[in-house]
């Protein structure tokens, strides 16, 4: 599909650049942390996927991935953080890497909306989770 091809892209664009090392790792926001997630699937040559908030992909895109996969919720955000509870079965049993966080009184787009609730602390984890794992696996 069309969200897919432009990913493909970009990655194939990056991967070419003068200092480019040959790993790549998607990230993505709500939809997008879906596209990330479903990515990982999609090129399974991938080295890691970040996931904010986003949906999981179907099994049999799951079963593709290779990747290690980080992501993020908020507990006030109950649709996500079930869809995440709901992957870490999946995932386990696919035996792949699956690594969440669902932070307390954190709500969707907790990035965005610093100010409410648990948001900051949410950010301030994640973001510096985020940083480490993509050091780990790009580098």
């Not at 999946?90 to 907790?110: C, V």
Request: glycine share 10%; aromatic share 10%.
């Amino acid at each position: 599909d069309e969200i897919m091809r432009r990913y493909k892209a970009a990655r194939d664009y990056g991967m070419k650049l003068p200092d480019a090392n040959g790993k790549s790792a998607s990230l993505g926001f709500c939809a997008g942390g879906g596209s990330s997630f479903r990515f990982a699937g999609e090129v399974p040559e991938l080295n890691a996927a970040v996931v904010f908030y986003g949906g999981a992909p179907d099994e049999a895109t799951m079963a593709k991935i290779k990747a290690p996969v980080l992501a993020f919720a908020g507990t006030d955000d109950v649709r996500v953080a079930t869809a995440v509870e709901g992957a870490v079965e999946k995932m386990k049993r696919l035996q792949k890497s699956y690594e969440t966080h669902i932070y307390q009184h954190a709500t969707h787009s907790f990035i965005q909306y610093q100010n409410l609730g648990g948001n900051a602390e949410a950010t301030a984890d994640s973001w510096a989770r985020s940083i480490a794992f993509l050091k780990q696996y790009t580098r």
